[in-house]
């Protein structure tokens, strides 16, 4: 019942800035923590950044600290993530997810967006 559709991907050279967006439908928004993960080809999907159903509370992986920044508009149904001097490690498909109780690990996910390629060049 609940709907996550990213948008935003693209290519980019490194140094370059990118800004994704999640838009929710189907359920209350201010209900779900919300966040940002990635998966590069043959990796595992790692936590990039999260915040409570408020806004107010954020977290980051330790890679992207200082460099993104993760935000809500409960008014819209969307998640922000402000993405910095973007470096070609940062290439992956990043996904929106939404959890009732959290979202810094996979397994808290209850719902997931179907992902936009990002793609930092040298």
């Known amino acids: 019942q609940v709907q996550l559709v990213e948008s935003g991907g693209g290519l980019v050279q490194a140094g370059g800035s990118l800004r994704l967006s999640c838009a929710v439908s189907g359920r209350t928004f201010r209900s779900y923590a919300m966040g940002w993960f990635r998966q590069a080809p043959g990796k595992v999907r790692e936590f990039v950044a999260a915040c409570s159903w408020s806004g107010s509370s954020t977290m980051y992986a330790e890679s992207v600290k200082g460099r993104f920044t993760i935000s809500r508009d409960n008014a819209k149904n969307t998640v922000y993530l402000q993405m910095n001097s973007l470096k070609p490690d940062d290439t992956a498909v990043y996904y929106c997810?939404?959890?009732?109780?959290?979202?810094?690990?996979?397994?808290?996910?209850?719902?997931w967006g179907q992902g936009t390629q990002v793609t930092v060049s040298s």
């Open positions: 997810a939404a959890g009732l109780m959290s979202v810094v690990v996979v397994k808290e996910v209850d719902y």
